[in-house]
T-cell receptor
Framework: AQTVTQSQPEMSVQEAETVTLSCTYD???????LFWYKQPPSRQMILVIR????KQQNATENRFSVNFQKAAKSFSLKISDSQLGDAAMYFC??????????WGAGTKLIIKP | DTGVSQNPRHKITKRGQNVTFRCDPI?????LYWYRQTLGQGPEFLTY????????KSRLLSDRFSAERPKGSFSTLEIQRTEQGDSAMYLC???????????FGPGTRLLVL
């Protein structure tokens, strides 16, 4: 069975600085997708970025980028120029061939003004 | 609004009562998913539909839970004889065949007294 581990329950960063959130996963599948979602307080789950496992190039979306290390089964999220609106729970998830998402426990990101 | 919608947003019920939640996916999406999220945790997969067919059910989905998607559009999730342990956020998501990225609704927060 797939598992996803986020070892940082909480992270804090000064506004405008850079922060990296960690995620490791385990899967026996050769083709899969990895995602980072954010969930602001009392608001819905929003896709931040996704990575297709067969692509070697790391995905980037504006201030958000990933460091995908397939052999190490590591998928970290880097947020550059942190903004107050980035404060949220961040969840790492993997998607298997049955389409269901397997989720980590989340990392609470605090932005210090 | 072309996003995923869920109703009701909040539901308070007494133990032993039945509740039903509705999810309307993005209109062109043929896959629909239900997840459950308890406080401070990542979501857990419950079940998913491709069109009107229910293709996968988690063992978390006890016989008190039933989900339907009768015409391949909206879906309902019913919980019979609710228990206090059913208190959680119930999330619905949808995706289309080409996208493989799930988009989430705002969730239904259930409190069982």
């Amino acid at each position: 069975a797939q598992t996803v581990t986020q070892s940082q329950p909480e992270m804090s960063v000064q506004e405008a600085e850079t922060v990296t959130l960690s995620c490791t996963y385990d899967t026996s599948e050769s083709d899969y997708y990895l995602f980072w979602y954010k969930q602001p307080p009392s608001r819905q789950m929003i896709l931040v970025i996704r990575q297709e496992a067969y692509k070697q190039q790391n995905a980037t979306e504006n201030r958000f980028s990933v460091n995908f290390q397939k052999a190490a089964k590591s998928f970290s999220l880097k947020i550059s120029d942190s903004q107050l609106g980035d404060a949220a729970m961040y969840f790492c998830a993997s998607q298997d061939s049955n389409y269901q998402l397997i989720w980590g426990a989340g990392t609470k990101l605090i932005i210090k003004p | 609004d072309t996003g995923v919608s869920q109703n009701p947003r909040h539901k308070i019920t007494k133990r032993g009562q039945n509740v039903t939640f509705r999810c309307d996916p993005i209109s062109e999406h043929n896959r629909l998913y239900w997840y459950r999220q308890t406080l401070g945790q990542g979501p857990e997969f419950l079940t998913y539909f491709q069109n009107e067919a229910q293709l996968e059910k988690s063992r978390l989905l006890s016989d008190r839970f039933s989900a339907e998607r009768p015409k391949g559009s909206f879906s309902t999730l019913e919980i019979q004889r609710t228990e206090q342990g059913d208190s959680a956020m119930y999330l619905c998501a949808s995706d289309g065949q080409a996208q493989e990225t799930q988009y989430f609704g705002p969730g239904t927060r259930l409190l069982v007294l």
